[in-house]
């Protein structure tokens, strides 16, 4: 049993463009690019996205393997959709299986499926590999400040974000030590029935959760003796500026936004009237 | 009848920015009924040693045999051997999740399938062993003590009748008292033939009680022998974090002067030697 090695989608830090970026930039942006790649519906359409994906080592200073491999814990997910897709889709008949039939409309709107969840993922996952977790949730709170005016505690969800988000390896690392400890004392959480198995995680779950109310107990007291009230108007000691080269990217993303969504609709006229000449 | 470790090398987050070396290649042999200390600075990989006494980290490079028997993680016989070698975790307390003390002290026994009588004679052996009021045994564990706590926790991995018995610093957080009534039960327990291994970072508990003190620096083992020789080691080779007690850099700094005694002999010993020159001074 193995806990607290998978950086997935944890934050790497860096000092890359796109490390240094305003977290608002990000968020809005990669907003607007996922919206756009969900309009992608063919399977040319993903082109520009490729090359996309393709400076994005370069933009962000992380590793192609690392990119790629951000996706994988949704590529069951993906397999299943594509699949549903393939069997699913009617049109045109091409080959049987029983009673499944596979049809040419079923295998392109199975890739097309499939490329676009596992562009989506990794697209959220570059956002969150290069935007530390303090940034992501200040960026969150001033994005969504104008809902405070609607009476929603905003600044109190967005600390509570930081927070979970802070605690999630530590709760790991708690976890493998208190395994490991019940480990030493015997405990087996690898044989016997599936009641058994489950039975075991007692040991485990108890000091997890002591351990977990030991934790916010004080970190309540802490914050609390710092002053902190809920509600209360915090200043900032790094405020979020929204610089020139925020503005830059932005419109380079919107810019390639709206030419993915123009290479969509343009792109089988052209195709058409170039067959056309020939 | 020994644990030997040979040439143990362990890091964390292997191929990640993150990778970490904790030990780099660690020889190390626990006979039965000696007393070893593990000592070093923090994060010199102690904690990571003692895990590998248990079988709950198996080395990346290098073996661990526990009575002439080569193990591998993951194998039935690990799980056996964790039998033998006991582990008292840091802060063992925060492994508690039974109602009562009993409970808590009756896990590891019933682990390995003890029963009835022999489960009862277990924990009051280990009750006895770790000098835990038997009234106590109907508490709540999360109601006793600091100190009451960690001889709770003691008493749990004693019931299991180890041979070995590895402690990762047992004295954090106890006051004197509680430290020297621990170190005194750990010696009654070496006594009757159990191999105790602490780990700390406290070197004049260190010094006092073990028969052997291994120094660690970064994950390698830097020195290795008695006390005695540890302590002259250590007063000409400071090891970052790993300050002589004020007796012993005080009786290092007399020998310096030609006056001999003993690196870990206490204050006594100290006053009697400086009597002593200065009586042949006269
Ligand atoms: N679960 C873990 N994941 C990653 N690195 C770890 C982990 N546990 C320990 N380390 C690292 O391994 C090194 C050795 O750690 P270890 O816990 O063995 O030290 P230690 O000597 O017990 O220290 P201390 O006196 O503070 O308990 C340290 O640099 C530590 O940061
Ligand atoms: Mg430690």
């Keep these: 049993m193995k806990f607290g090695n998978t950086s997935i989608g944890q934050f790497i830090p860096g000092e890359s463009v796109i490390h240094l970026l305003d977290p608002r930039c990000k968020m809005i942006g990669t907003f607007v690019l996922l919206t756009a790649l969900f309009m992608a519906g063919a399977p040319w359409d993903f082109v520009p996205w490729v090359f996309l994906l393709a400076a994005m080592p370069r933009l962000s200073r992380i590793s192609m393997r690392a990119i790629l491999r951000s996706g994988r814990p949704v590529l069951f ?115 016997g029935s599936m009641i058994k198995r489950a039975r075991s995680f007692i040991p485990v779950l108890v000091p997890l959760f002591v351990l977990v109310f030991a934790r916010a107990e004080n970190l309540a007291v802490a914050m609390e003796s710092r002053c902190y009230v809920p509600g209360g108007h915090r200043s900032r000691m790094r405020p979020l500026v929204w610089e020139a080269r925020d503005t830059k990217a932005m419109s380079c993303m919107v810019a390639f936004a709206v030419f993915s969504f123009l290479w969509g609709m343009c792109l089988p006229k052209i195709a058409s009237i170039c067959l056309d000449m020939l | 009848m020994s644990i030997k470790l040979d040439g143990v090398s362990y890091a964390y987050n292997v191929g990640t920015p993150a990778e970490n070396v904790a030990l780099d290649g660690v020889s190390l042999v626990v006979e039965r009924g000696e007393w070893l200390s593990i000592v070093g600075h923090t994060g010199s990989g102690k904690s990571t040693l003692a895990q590998h006494l248990n079988l709950l980290l198996s080395p990346q490079s290098g073996t661990v045999s526990v009575d002439g028997e080569l193990v591998q993680i993951g194998t039935k016989a690990a799980r056996g051997l964790r039998r033998k070698v006991g582990l008292v975790f840091q802060y063992p307390e925060s492994q508690f999740f039974a109602e009562t003390v009993r409970d808590e002290i009756e896990f590891a026994p019933s682990n390995w399938g003890v029963k009835g009588d022999d489960l009862k004679s277990c924990v009051d052996e280990a009750v006895s062993a770790s000098g835990l009021d038997p009234a106590l045994l109907a508490a709540n564990p999360f109601a006793l003590s600091g100190g009451q706590r960690r001889r709770a926790a003691i008493a749990s991995v004693l019931a299991m009748r180890p041979e070995y018995l590895v402690l990762d610093e047992p004295t954090a957080g106890l006051d004197a008292a509680g430290i020297r009534d621990l170190t005194g039960m750990l010696s009654d327990l070496r006594e009757r033939g159990m191999a105790v291994v602490q780990v700390t970072h406290d070197l004049g508990v260190a010094l006092e009680r073990s028969d052997r003190v291994l120094a660690l620096e970064r994950g390698r083992a830097v020195a290795e022998g008695t006390p005695e020789e540890i302590a002259s080691y250590l007063a000409e080779n400071p090891v970052k974090g790993l300050l002589l007690p004020p007796c012993a850099s005080f009786a290092h700094r007399l020998r310096s002067r030609g006056i001999n005694v003993p690196l870990t002999s206490g204050a006594a010993a100290i006053a009697e030697a400086v009597e002593k020159a200065r009586a042949v001074m006269r």
């Design chain 1, 77 to 191: 997910l993906v397999m299943f959709t594509m699949l549903l897709n393939v069997f699913w889709t009617p049109g045109n008949e091409i080959a049987r299986l029983g009673p499944l039939r596979i049809t040419e409309e079923g295998i392109v709107s199975a890739f097309c499926m499939g490329v676009r969840l596992y562009f989506l993922v990794v697209f959220a996952a570059i956002l969150m590999m290069t935007t530390s977790p303090m940034a992501f949730s200040d960026g969150l709170e001033r994005i969504l400040s104008p809902l405070a005016r609607l009476g929603l505690p905003v600044s109190e969800m967005a600390m509570m974000m930081t927070i979970a988000l802070r605690f999630i390896p530590t709760l790991f690392e708690e976890t493998d030590r208190i395994l490991k400890a019940q480990m030493s004392r015997g405990a087996d959480f690898e044989s």
